[in-house]
Antibody, heavy 123, light 108 residues
Framework: EVRLVESGGDLIQPGRSLRLSCVASGFTFDDFAMHWVRQRPGGGLEWVSGISRHSSETGYADSVKGRFTISRDDARKSVYLQITSLRPGDSALYFC????????????????WGQGTQVTVSS | SYVLTQPPSLSVAPGETARMTCGGD??????VHWYQHKPGQAPLLIIY???DRSSGVPERFSASNSGHTATLTISRVEAGDEADYYCQTSDSPRDPVVFGGGTKLIVL
């Protein structure tokens, strides 16, 4: 059974940093691209970032470019999202999702999702 | 950037058919995927590559894609189908993931 479990969400002050983690099980983690998708309060799904197999490529939504960094550790079957200079607009439920393919940027879509980790940015 | 447009909500009585649209410029030449998202749960891929059902998804769920509109159809709607439904496609490597705004299906 495929499982994705996110963690690291918190109530945090604006301007600070946070690292989200997602641990995978039930599939060969190395073979697949991984993504982060968020849902802001009252909003829809919004793609945030993706990373290809072997960390060969990464990509970001324009709204987070320069502040978010995605990475993966295949030995730990984990993908991470480092968020810096947090803003209230970053408050959201952050989902980890597995791609069908190994390249995050080639017609991606999301075959499995975690249940998300909540980030709330407030002073 | 590419835009997908979904109506915010759709109300359907149990047993009826729900048709949810996803509009986009020449969307018919792109692959469209559909997700079901219930509160407190992980989103679920229900349809991929325009019309292929994910494993375990009932045959009541079907979809099509042509011209400027992709459509998700749920036949014989049940109370358990109440959820948000999102369409998604890919525009280019620079804009790899585009979601529609989502349609909230309300079962009366």
């Amino acid at each position: 059974e495929v499982r994705l479990v996110e963690s690291g969400g918190d109530l945090i002050q604006p301007g600070r940093s946070l690292r989200l983690s997602c641990v995978a099980s039930g599939f060969t983690f190395d073979d697949f691209a991984m993504h982060w998708v968020r849902q802001r309060p009252g909003g829809g799904l919004e793609w945030v970032s993706g990373i290809s197999r072997h960390s060969s490529e990464t990509g970001y939504a324009d709204s987070v470019k320069g502040r978010f960094t995605i990475s993966r550790d295949d030995a730990r079957k984990s993908v991470y999202l480092q968020i810096t200079s947090l803003r209230p607009g970053d408050s959201a439920l952050y989902f980890c999702a597995r791609d069908l393919n190994s390249d995050y940027s080639v017609r991606p879509f999301f075959t499995f999702w975690g249940q998300g980790t909540q980030v709330t940015v407030s002073s | 950037s590419y835009v997908l447009t979904q109506p915010p909500s759709l109300s359907v009585a149990p047993g009826e058919t729900a048709r949810m649209t996803c509009g986009g410029d020449e969307i018919g030449v792109k692959s469209v995927h559909w997700y079901q998202h219930k509160p407190g749960q992980a989103p679920l891929l229900i349809i991929y590559f325009d019309s292929d059902r994910s494993s375990g998804v009932p045959e009541r769920f079907s979809a099509s894609n042509s011209g400027h509109t992709a459509t998700l159809t749920i036949s014989r709607v049940e109370a358990g189908d109440e959820a948000d439904y999102y369409c998604q496609t890919s525009d280019s490597p620079r804009d790899p993931v585009v979601f529609g705004g989502g349609t909230k299906l309300i079962v009366l």
